[in-house]
């Protein structure tokens, strides 16, 4: 079946400007995680989804970021005013949901964004 | 904050030697996994070690995990040139809660 997809796969936006960017979990996978990757570094915790709802909203950086998951299905991570700072690779996971931490995490391939 | 350590940061080897990888983490977890990344884009999750786990092997990938020492390895053996990757380990404490990666060990396969 289909896997996580991500839109768009690049976005290259001036400072200051606005920048939504999209994932689609893996059909009935009920857990979501945002994570951000900046070069050569490891992964970012940004936030989760369990349904609709944010448990953990403790890694996103600062009040520009908010993201949003509707129907249990599509997220939308928004940077609001970006700098340059945000430039890095945003990439989405899901999993089942089960419970139990054995959860395997499916990843997406990732919106590479550039702030100039 | 990061859950895991990997070291090396980097590690070049030739083709058909081993390669292990060690991972050191510092809070309680509930299991260890090891994820890849090719050219810096989506993971790939290779294995999960449960807390209660000593070792897993799983094809060419061997990982122990000593809860002691808060310390897993990751070891690929006969290593391919495709296997040239970065690897992170991620730890979980429990439930979905997410995985805290570590930054990686950049691996080089020289054919």
């Keep these: 079946g289909a896997g996580v997809s991500q839109s768009p796969s690049n976005k290259v936006t001036e400072k200051g400007k606005d920048v939504e960017l999209r994932c689609d979990p893996i059909s009935g996978h009920t857990a979501l995680y945002w994570y951000r990757q900046s070069l050569g570094q490891g992964l970012e915790f940004l936030i989760y989804f369990q349904g609709n709802s944010a448990p953990d909203k403790s890694g996103l950086p600062s009040d520009r970021f908010s993201?949003?998951?509707t129907g249990g299905s599509v997220s939308t991570l928004t940077i609001q005013r970006t700098q340059q700072e945000d430039s890095a690779v945003y990439l989405c996971a899901s999993s089942p949901g089960r419970g139990g931490g054995a959860d395997t995490q499916y990843f997406g391939p990732g919106t590479r964004l550039t702030v100039l | 904050s990061q859950q895991?350590?990997?070291?090396?940061?980097?590690?070049?080897i030739q083709e058909g030697e081993n390669a292990t990888m060690n991972c050191s983490y510092k809070t309680s977890i509930n299991n260890l996994q090891w994820y890849r990344q090719n050219s810096g884009r989506g993971l790939v999750h290779l294995i999960l070690i449960r807390s209660n786990e000593r070792e897993k092997h799983s094809g060419r990938l061997r990982v122990t995990l000593d809860t002691s020492k808060k310390s897993s390895s990751l070891?690929?053996?006969a290593s391919r040139?495709?296997?040239?990757?970065s690897y992170f380990c991620a730890g979980r404490s429990s439930g979905n809660t997410p995985l805290v990666f570590g930054k990686g060990t950049r691996l080089s396969v020289i054919a």
């Design chain 2, 75 to 77: 070891l690929i053996t």
């Design chain 2, 4 to 12: 895991g350590e990997e070291d090396p940061q980097a590690l070049s």
């Design chain 2, 81 to 85: 040139a495709a296997d040239t990757a």
């Design chain 1, 67 to 69: 993201a949003e998951r």
